[in-house]
């Protein structure tokens, strides 16, 4: 998924969330819930977040198969940390 990917390569990176939402100029609550899955960003977007990261469009959107056929990879570790539970404020 884009959310999944979006945050491998940003951890893979070695970049915050604050400066990746800085470098593509938006608010970081905006940009988390890129992260999250609740929001996915349009295509001027999108090109701006896999030009900050050198990646190809396709690389966010998960098309591997596609760029494996055209022989292209990218060097990004998938393996990145679980995400921590979203907390429950008691009522």
Do not use: W
């Amino acid at each position: 998924m884009f959310n999944d990917r979006l945050r491998s390569t940003r951890i893979s990176r070695g970049v915050t969330q604050q400066k990746t939402a800085d470098a593509v100029g938006m608010a970081l609550r905006h940009y988390q819930k890129y992260e999250s899955g609740e929001i996915e960003p349009d295509l001027r977007r999108l090109v701006t977040l896999a030009d900050f990261f050198n990646v190809p469009t396709d690389f966010l959107l998960c098309r591997d198969d596609y760029l494996k056929a055209l022989g292209v990879s990218v060097d990004v570790s998938l393996e990145c940390p679980p995400r921590r539970p979203k907390s429950r404020k008691h009522q």
